[in-house]
């Protein structure tokens, strides 16, 4: 069973960074997407960015040249630097796993912008 855990939100000032981190761990294939979403307060859930198995990266307009997906194959751990923070970024960011057809998602890490 593939579990995800996310870490690295908090409370930062806007036009300030933050770095996330999704590992997983337990037993798996290698996945074929990974992908960090999030959800703001009242909001549906979002995709923001995702990296499938090739390396091949995609980005939600909104935050295009101020988040970098990356990831780390041999940690099965996949980034989210986000830079440029503004109040719109607020939210829980959320990792997404997909793995032969199948998702699997984490607990969610909060990210609060605000002065």
């Known amino acids: 069973q593939l579990q995800l855990v996310e870490s690295g939100g908090g409370l930062v000032q806007p036009g300030g960074s933050l770095r996330l981190s999704c590992a997983a761990s337990?037993?798996?294939?290698?996945?074929?997407?990974m992908g960090w979403y999030r959800q703001a307060p009242g909001e549906q859930r979002e995709l923001v960015a995702s990296?499938?198995?090739?390396?091949?990266?995609n980005y939600a307009d909104s935050v295009k040249g101020r988040f970098t997906i990356s990831r780390e194959i041999a940690k099965n751990t996949v980034y989210l630097q986000i830079n440029s923070l503004n109040s719109e970024d607020t939210g829980v960011y959320y990792c997404?796993?997909?793995?032969?057809?199948?998702?699997?998602w984490g607990k969610g890490t909060l990210v609060t912008v605000s002065s």
């Open positions: 997404k796993v997909v793995v032969n057809g199948m998702d699997y």
């Open positions: 337990g037993s798996f294939f290698r996945p074929n997407i």
């Open positions: 990296i499938i198995s090739s390396g091949r990266t």
